[in-house]
T-cell receptor, first 114, second 111 residues
Framework: DVKVTQSSRYLVKRTGEKVFLECVQDMDHENMFWYRQDPGLGLRLIYFSYDVKMKEKGDIPEGYSVSREKKERFSLILESASTNQTSMYLC?????????????FGPGTRLTVL | GEDVEQSLFLSVREGDSSVINCTYTDSSSTYLYWYKQEPGAGLQLLTYIFSNMDMKQDQRLTVLLNKKDKHLSLRIADTQTGDSAIYFCAENNQAGTALIFGKGTTLSVSS
């Protein structure tokens, strides 16, 4: 059974703080993704990674950075949190099979920035 | 550009069938997906369909694909209160590097 875990379910931070969101998968997946989910906007891709130390910008990378030092771990970093980054953050991973990109999701981290 | 559209809400009575519709733009998508999100949880893969199929059935779930119209639907037979959730349709992007999700359809099931 694929398992994707995220370090916190709920997080409250103050404006200007540096925030780390951690994601770990146990299925040796090559690909990992960070999304944010907001009411009425659905899921929006922030960053993704196809391999260790590799990263690609998604649709809304501004204000975020990522780190992938090990294959199983993908971190999302908010360098200086702002109130408009209050959201649900979802991590996903996938194994790059031929022609498919089935993604498996973690439970999400609900971040509130005050 | 690439886009996936879904209606935002659907309300049904317990025992009825639910049909959730989705349209997509990228005709080169190899697979199309349905995910379910229960309150406070992440997304769970429900099913997917290969683009050369027009129907796939899995217990109470039936997926229909009309490639000509770029229309995908998910039918849930005998809908239960436990089916209340947000359902997302998704396709591969043109580069094949990521999934593009619709905004999700909130299914509300009343008893």
């Amino acid at each position: 059974d694929v398992k994707v875990t995220q370090s916190s379910r709920y997080l409250v931070k103050r404006t200007g703080e540096k925030v780390f969101l951690e994601c770990v998968q146990d299925m040796d997946h090559e690909n990992m993704f960070w999304y944010r989910q907001d009411p009425g906007l659905g899921l929006r891709l922030i960053y993704f990674s196809y391999d260790v130390k590799m990263k690609e910008k998604g649709d809304i990378p501004e204000g975020y950075s990522v780190s992938r030092e090990k294959k199983e771990r993908f971190s999302l970093i908010l360098e200086s949190a702002s109130t408009n980054q209050t959201s649900m953050y979802l991590c996903a991973s996938s194994h790059r099979q031929r022609g498919t990109d089935t993604q498996y999701f973690g439970p999400g981290t609900r971040l509130t920035v005050l | 550009g690439e886009d996936v559209e879904q209606s935002l809400f659907l309300s049904v009575r317990e025992g009825d069938s639910s049909v959730i519709n989705c349209t997509y733009t990228d005709s080169s998508s190899t697979y199309l997906y349905w995910y379910k999100q229960e309150p406070g949880a992440g997304l769970q893969l429900l099913t997917y369909i290969f683009s050369n199929m027009d129907m796939k059935q899995d217990q109470r779930l039936t997926v229909l694909l009309n490639k000509k119209d770029k229309h995908l639907s998910l039918r849930i037979a005998d809908t239960q209160t436990g089916d209340s959730a947000i359902y997302f349709c998704a396709e591969n992007n043109q580069a094949g590097t990521a999934l593009i999700f619709g905004k999700g359809t909130t299914l509300s099931v009343s008893s």
